[in-house]
Nanobody, 124 residues
Framework: QVQLVESGGGLVQTGGSLRLSCAASGRTSSSHAMGWFRQAPGKDREFVATISGSGAATTYADSVKGRFTISRDNAKNTVYLQMNSLKPEDTAVYYC?????????????????WGQGTQVTVSS
């Protein structure tokens, strides 16, 4: 079993930055790829970024490429999402997720474990 707890969300102005953290506990290891997803009010959940178990491979949604950076510290069992140049359309609840294989994926159904989410609000 894996437990995930996100933190770092909040209210920020357009152009600002936030760093989200996802602390993992339980049976976590570098064999788990990790992902960030988000869901805005009235919209479906969408993929944001994913990172392989080793941290060597990453993939981003086109909408955040060049602005967001996913990273992980396996010694601390923590995954990060650095978000720069934030836009109002980035407003959403951001979820951290873990999948039981090391290769990264943008497919939400491959992830077995999910955090409770953290709210990010970008004001215009």
């Amino acid at each position: 079993q894996v437990q995930l707890v996100e933190s770092g969300g909040g209210l920020v102005q357009t152009g600002g930055s936030l760093r989200l953290s996802c602390a993992a506990s339980g049976r976590t290891s570098s064999s788990h790829a990790m992902g960030w997803f988000r869901q805005a009010p009235g919209k479906d959940r969408e993929f944001v970024a994913t990172i392989s178990g080793s941290g060597a491979a990453t993939t981003y949604a086109d909408s955040v490429k060049g602005r967001f950076t996913i990273s992980r510290d396996n010694a601390k069992n923590t995954v990060y999402l650095q978000m720069n140049s934030l836009k109002p359309e980035d407003t959403a609840v951001y979820y951290c997720a873990a999948k039981p294989r090391a290769y990264p994926s943008s497919v939400a159904t491959l992830y077995d474990y999910w955090g409770q989410g953290t709210q990010v609000t970008v004001s215009s």
